[in-house]
């Protein structure tokens, strides 16, 4: 598996993979053409053999790298570890890793938690179904 930086002709997989995740952020593609022209954005791809696996975006605000939106092809097969182990290398100046995810997305907060993130924050009912955010860390 390779972790590589988004080009623009990855973006129809990439949305494709966005929604047939109804758990991720609910980027449009427009959204994704749109973050490639971001100078503070850290967009990356994961592919094998040609076929793109998944994606994360993040964005550059030092000390700290928000992961804005996380989501792959098929889950449980290491692609979403690499891609957030991307990220890390590509966070120099940035010491702390920082996203918010729904409280019931019970499969993202495991993953995240056996990432090594923490719960710093809670906000209560933030999301349009209800939900309350939780907030994480990572200290790299
Ligand atoms: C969250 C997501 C990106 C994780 O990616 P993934 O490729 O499935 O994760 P990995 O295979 O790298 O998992 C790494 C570890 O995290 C933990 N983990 C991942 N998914 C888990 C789950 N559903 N339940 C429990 N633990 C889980 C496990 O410890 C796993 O290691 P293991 O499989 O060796 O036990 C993926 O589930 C996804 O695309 N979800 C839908 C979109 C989404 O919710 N995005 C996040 C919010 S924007």
């Not at 990439?14 to 593609?29: D, F, H, N, R, T």
């Not at 996203?99 to 993202?108: I, K, P, Y």
Request: glycine share 10%.
């Amino acid at each position: 598996m390779n972790v590589r930086r988004a080009r623009s002709a990855d973006l129809g997989g990439v949305a494709a993979i966005e929604a047939s995740q109804a758990a991720a952020a609910g980027w449009s593609l427009r959204q994704f053409e749109a973050e490639l022209e971001v100078e503070s954005s850290v967009f990356l791809v994961a592919e094998e053999a040609g076929r793109l696996l998944g994606f994360a975006v993040a964005r550059r605000h030092p000390p700290r790298l928000e992961l804005l939106d996380i989501a792959v092809s098929s889950t449980r097969r290491g692609v979403g570890r690499a891609l957030l182990e991307g990220l890390r290398a590509q966070a120099a100046g940035c010491a702390r890793l920082t996203l918010e995810v729904s409280e019931r997305n019970a499969s993202a907060l495991a993953f995240y938690r056996a990432c090594g993130f923490r719960v710093v924050g809670r906000r209560p009912k933030f999301y349009n179904d209800g939900a309350g955010a939780v907030l994480m860390d990572l200290f790299r």
